[in-house]
């Protein structure tokens, strides 16, 4: 080979050597990269991995709390109409004008004597329009008039009717008043035949008719005391047909 064959051949290898690719880096380079993403991911999981644990632990706390709390009984309504009745006024006898015949609704004792509880309408002096329906109590035997002894620290209890309402009037039992505790008094329409009443954690009494009183029936019924009636139901009569 002479000298300017060997030189071309030297010159050659040379800039061969400049293009030989760097597998090796290129091989690194690649690893490198791959690492990147792993490490990426490591780092998330590390911090995703807590947060759902958390999650976890929440979850079940509040179903466990769901079921351990015990949910609000559904109330059932309650049957028949609210009462909407006028409070009483308390009179003397001596102050009223009896109209027809009082009707006797229960006797009990006392302090010293028995007395008599009776249900009537009547007017105030000087109102002869305006008719009440009353309970007073007198002696036992007595009769219901103005000069006659009242039991009781409040008199007379009076109230007005309500002409639009099927329950005229009404009054509960009390301490000191014309009626004992554990009775209750209603001026009804005269076409109900039962009246049905309910206090307000749905215990029924049932009142049972004694008498008529001005334009209604009186029924008076055995209630529990403290727990007066607050609702009420009625059983009408029925029209007949008319016969041929």
Do not use: H
């Not at 690492?35 to 179903?63: D, E, I, K, Q, Y």
């Not at 049972?208 to 007066?228: I, T, Y």
């Amino acid at each position: 080979m002479t000298d300017l064959e060997r030189k071309l051949a030297e010159t050659l290898r040379e800039q061969g050597g400049e293009v030989t690719p760097d597998l090796a880096g290129a091989w690194a380079e690649q690893l490198r990269r791959q690492r990147r993403p792993r490490a990426a991911r490591r780092r998330l999981t590390v911090l995703v991995a807590p947060l759902a644990a958390v999650l976890v632990v929440l979850t079940s706390v509040l179903l466990a709390t769901q079921l351990n709390t015990p949910s609000d009984p559904i109330q059932p309504a309650l049957p028949g109409e609210s009462f909407s009745l006028a409070p009483p006024e308390y009179r003397d006898l001596i102050g009223l004008l009896v109209t027809g015949t009082p009707v006797a609704l229960t006797n009990f004792a006392g302090q010293t004597d028995r007395w008599t509880a009776y249900a009537f309408s009547s007017t105030p002096d000087g109102l002869k329009d305006k008719f009440e329906f009353c309970v007073a109590a007198v002696p036992q035997g007595s009769p219901v008039e103005r000069s006659t002894p009242q039991y009781g620290t409040k008199g007379s209890a009076c109230m007005p009717l309500a002409a639009i309402s099927t329950v005229c009037a009404g009054y509960v039992g009390e301490f000191g008043g014309p009626l004992p505790v554990g009775k209750a008094v209603y001026l009804i329409k005269t076409t109900v035949q039962e009246v049905r009443l309910y206090d307000a954690e749905g215990d029924l009494s049932i009142g049972r008719a004694v008498g008529d009183a001005g334009p209604g029936r009186v029924f008076v019924a055995d209630v529990k005391p403290g727990s007066p009636p607050v609702r009420f139901e009625v059983s009408s009569k029925e029209a007949r047909p008319a016969s041929r």
